[in-house]
Nanobody, 124 residues
Framework: QVQLVESGGGLVQAGDSLKLSCAASGRTVSSYAMGWFRQAPGKEREFVTAISWSGGTTLYADSVKGRFTISRDNAKNTVFLQMNSLKPEDTAVYYC?????????????????WGQGTQVTVSS
């Protein structure tokens, strides 16, 4: 079993940056793909970004490409999401997810473990 805990969310202004962290415990996730998803009020959970076990492959949603960067530190069992040039439409609860497979994908049902989420609010 893997437990995931997100941190780093908060209230920022448009154009600001935030860095989210996702700490895994219970077992090492170094061989698993990891992803970030988000859910805004009244909307479905959507893919943001994902990374392969080695960090060699990354996927991004078009809406965040060029602004967000996913990375991981397998020695610390932690995944990061650097968010720059934030926009009000980035406001959502951000969830970290772990897939028991080395290959990252964009579909939420493909992920096996989920964190509780951290709120990101971007004011205009």
């Amino acid at each position: 079993q893997v437990q995931l805990v997100e941190s780093g969310g908060g209230l920022v202004q448009a154009g600001d940056s935030l860095k989210l962290s996702c700490a895994a415990s219970g077992r090492t996730v170094s061989s698993y793909a990891m992803g970030w998803f988000r859910q805004a009020p009244g909307k479905e959970r959507e893919f943001v970004t994902a990374i392969s076990w080695s960090g060699g492959t990354t996927l991004y949603a078009d809406s965040v490409k060029g602004r967000f960067t996913i990375s991981r530190d397998n020695a610390k069992n932690t995944v990061f999401l650097q968010m720059n040039s934030l926009k009000p439409e980035d406001t959502a609860v951000y969830y970290c997810a772990c897939r028991r497979n080395a290959v990252p994908v964009r579909t939420p049902p493909s992920y096996d473990y989920w964190g509780q989420g951290t709120q990101v609010t971007v004011s205009s």
